[in-house]
């Protein structure tokens, strides 16, 4: 029986669909000056009129002054191209394509009077889903930390996370297969992908090393760098870049051991001795406690950088705009200040 039910709601909502689809189709044709939307508040008046047969007594049902009906008509048929009624006497009556309109506009808020009701027979207490992709280079720990919000909301979330390259994850935004996404990088320029970039923080670059490998660098940071093993993002990195850039400034040669994709790896080879590692400082007490490492320097001149990239311009989605909420105002509020 369970089953039975379920099989007929689905019908029901894709013979609605089907229906809508349908009407505004029809209702396009209509026009002459190729504007896709119908004002729907004007198609509701021009049913009242049309039903009780005359402005007046529309005006009289609706609470609505006689002058303002027949403004909101003009303006219907200004916007459909056609004619919807014609004077006879005192008395106003459709014209064919008036009734073709009457017939459709009947069935759009009947169909929206049963979207209500489907709407109201949902499961009470149904978690709001919230898809999120988060771009392969950026450290977990930060993801994890801009995300945390959107799991600690009154109602319930259950949140969706995916991992991949940019380009990737920017096509799955972009057919609305998440509803955002987590980057170190805007938008690139060369992407043709349809979406906005809402800057969430910088932060400054912390070097770490075990305490067996602290103690036999010679010489203070950044001097100790020089010939000591070194652990760093993959070439092509929005981070590595500026890593090479200021450790050509200052002429220093580390050893380099490993290049990573994946910063987690590259903390757990840091962890066991490797080489010194980078991490964003935001995160630098959290890196230590949780991979017995010290910090042994930061640098000002290296940022990490953290976007949020949605296809909204001003976010509407409140789980979207939780989670940037509290990672302006948290999570980077001390570098941004």
């Known amino acids: 029986m369970r089953l039975l039910l379920s099989t007929n709601r689905h019908a029901s909502r894709v013979r609605l669909a089907k229906k809508v689809d349908y009407i505004c189709y029809t209702i396009r044709n209509l026009r002459s000056n190729g504007n896709p939307m119908v004002n729907y508040k004007h198609l509701h008046y021009f049913l009242a009129v049309a039903r009780e047969g005359g402005v007046a007594r529309a005006s009289e049902r609706l609470n609505l002054t006689p002058q303002t009906i027949s403004g909101q008509l003009k303006l219907l048929e200004e916007d459909l191209g056609v004619k919807l009624f014609t004077r006879v006497g005192r008395n106003l009556e459709l014209t064919e394509t008036g009734r073709l309109v009457l017939s459709y506009a009947d069935e759009i808020f009947s169909l929206g009077g049963e ?10 207490g149904r978690p709001q889903l919230f898809r999120v992709g988060v771009v392969d280079v950026l450290p977990k720990s930060i993801a994890h930390r801009i995300l945390k919000p959107a799991l600690q909301t009154p109602e319930p979330v259950r949140m969706i996370c995916r991992e991949a390259s940019l380009d990737v994850l920017l096509a799955e935004l972009a057919v609305h297969r998440l509803d955002l996404v987590l980057a170190d990088r805007p938008i690139p320029p060369t992407v043709s992908t349809r979406g906005f970039s809402h800057k969430l923080g910088e932060c400054a670059v912390s070097f770490f090393a075990t305490e067996k490998l602290r103690k036999k660098l010679k010489g203070d940071f950044p001097r100790c760098l020089d010939g000591a093993p070194l652990l760093l993002p993959s ?20 050893r380099l051991i490993a290049e990573f ?7 757990a080879f840091g962890q066991e001795g490797s080489g010194i590692f980078i991490a964003p400082a935001a995160i630098e007490a959290e890196v230590e406690w949780q991979h017995e490492v010290s910090a042994i320097g930061r640098v000002d001149e290296i940022k990490a950088h953290f976007y949020a990239i949605s296809v909204e311009r001003r976010i509407l989605h409140p789980l979207v705009s939780a989670v940037m909420e509290t990672a302006r105002e948290t999570l980077f509020a001390s570098e941004q200040a």
């Open 115 to 124: 979207l209500e009701e489907a709407i109201h027979q949902l499961p009470k």
């Open 235 to 254: 070439s092509g990195n929005q981070l590595r870049s500026g890593i090479d850039q200021w450790l050509d400034k200052y002429r220093l040669h580390p």
């Open 261 to 267: 994709d994946d910063s987690a790896l590259m903390k």
